[in-house]
């Protein structure tokens, strides 16, 4: 008997009837019809987005687990929302909706252990005085492996994110180290490893926190004396993922205590993931001590998207949102933003915008203005060497002359400028930019910034240099 979207449905009904009470039965399942079957894909119609996200809240996994019953494990369920047209016209329309089949990561208890009887802060997280922590993963849980699409730009890290999912502190991928430029999905990967370890092993404790409050914690940990609960805290994860980890460098304090509970996780076998936007061998200002144990598992590159992988990217973007959308629209979006992921996703996301609000017909002609303005309005990631170079060849110097001892007085004037830039267009500490600019120490990048701040009131040259270089970096 060939199946329709009739009878799959029912006998999905009748399954779920079994499995949930009679009134949820009948406010959330009996108003659904079911609208098409193609290959193992059902489409159902419900009546508002309202309805969606409650289904997708609290009966996602009883759906998946009917839905699978009746057309096997590649089985997938799309919503159609029945839409009131409030735009005049008379008939209603549809939103096409995928289901996520992802719930958020629900809070991980742990026991402390006792040996340390002071009841302050044991949870950076929390409030003092709490012995049993609840500890929330800080995953976001859309991001996952199934919409990190695999390219020859990010095979390499995708296999090895998958492998420490499968056996977290088990490979030897330990530590994980995920590198790359900006927008090229680091954090995305990062997530979906500790959201797959969730999935696979619930009674893990995974733990994902970015290099910068990992500080802030650590310096809240001192003020308040309770360095030690600090680290024991941290010895209590499974799975711990530090987001851009180059935000360490020049923070002796904090990189000390990330070497003890390193150290204390690896010896332990749990599974350290760090993502940063440069390899280890061009961190500035990490101790040797962690850089080498950085490089004791694996370091992956997350290059730029090829084209093809662009055009699965793009696609994969309006399956989610329920978009169809010419292919020639897609072929001049991914041959014209071709740095990342994040700018492709925001360019397609404008256009999707002013397609629907503006009621507009897409077109390649729309494609053009909106791809022209979002490219012309995402700022370069300016990098510290990158200003050198900038500034180096406006003076014409190379980057030798500019980082040597010289006190020539152009060379200086030059060096100065390079420091109040990076001061300006960076995150960098002034410890971390002097060492980068001719090993000075924080006190001369100080000085190069007052300096270049007096002189460009007094001097209408050097106002000048000023000038056409910040215009240069914000080209």
Not at 96 to 112: F, I
Not at 128 to 140: D, F, W
Not at 372 to 395: A, L, T
Request: glycine share 4%; charged share 25%.
């Amino acid at each position: 008997m060939t199946k329709t979207a009739q009878s799959v449905w029912e006998n999905c009904l009748s399954f779920i009837k079994d499995n949930i009470q009679d009134q949820a039965y009948k406010t959330w399942f009996e108003p659904i019809k079911s609208v098409e079957l193609t290959d193992n894909a059902l489409y159902i119609q419900v009546p508002s987005k309202f309805f969606y996200e409650w289904l997708e809240e609290h009966y996602v996994k009883l759906l998946k687990v009917a839905l699978t019953k009746e057309l096997g494990k590649n089985a997938k369920l799309l919503y159609k929302i029945k839409m009131e047209n409030t735009y005049g016209n008379k008939q209603p329309f549809t939103e096409q909706l995928p289901s996520a089949n992802r719930v958020p990561m629900k809070p991980q208890e742990v026991d402390a252990p006792f040996k340390n009887l002071n009841p302050e802060l044991k949870n950076p997280f929390v409030i003092p005085g709490i012995r049993n922590l609840k500890i929330e993963s800080q995953l976001n849980a859309n991001y996952s492996f199934d919409n990190f699409l695999e390219g020859d730009s990010n095979r390499l890290a995708r296999s090895a994110g998958m492998a420490v999912a499968n056996k977290p502190g088990g490979t030897s991928f330990n530590p994980l180290l995920i590198f790359g430029g900006v927008g090229l999905g680091k954090t995305h990967l990062a997530h979906a490893i500790g959201v797959e370890v969730k999935d696979k092993y619930p009674e893990k404790t995974v733990l994902y926190i970015s290099a910068e409050i990992f500080t802030q914690q650590y310096i809240d940990s001192v003020k308040k004396n309770n360095r030690n609960d600090f680290i024991h805290f941290y010895q209590l994860i499974d799975v711990l993922i530090i987001d851009d980890v180059q935000f360490l460098s020049g923070k002796s304090g904090t990189q000390d205590v990330f070497f003890h509970i390193f150290n204390y996780l690896h010896q332990n076998g749990k599974q350290v993931i760090l993502t940063s936007d440069k390899a280890p061998v061009d961190m500035q200002d990490i101790e040797q001590r962690l850089l080498s144990r950085f490089k004791w598992g694996l370091s992956a590159e997350l290059h730029q998207p090829d084209y093809e992988t662009r055009i699965s990217i793009l696609k994969n973007i309006l399956y989610r949102d329920g978009v169809d959308m010419p292919e020639d629209i897609l072929e001049y979006v991914a041959r014209n933003i071709k740095t990342n992921v994040r700018e492709l996703e925001g360019a397609i996301i404008s256009l999707i915008a002013q397609s629907s609000f503006n009621k507009k017909e897409v077109t390649i002609e729309l494609a053009k203005s909106v791809v022209e303005k979002f490219v012309k309005n995402v700022k370069r990631e300016i990098s510290i060497d990158y200003i050198q170079k900038i500034v180096s060849d406006y003076f014409q110097l190379d980057i030798e002359t500019l980082q040597s001892k010289t006190r020539k007085r152009h060379v200086v004037q030059a060096r100065q400028l390079a420091m109040f830039f990076a001061k300006k267009f960076t995150k960098a500490s002034l410890a971390n930019i002097g060492s980068q600019i001719g090993d000075r120490d924080h006190a001369t990048v100080l000085h190069a910034c007052k300096t270049v701040d007096n002189l460009v009131s007094t001097d209408k040259q050097f106002k000048k240099f000023v000038e056409d270089i910040n215009k240069k970096l914000t080209l």
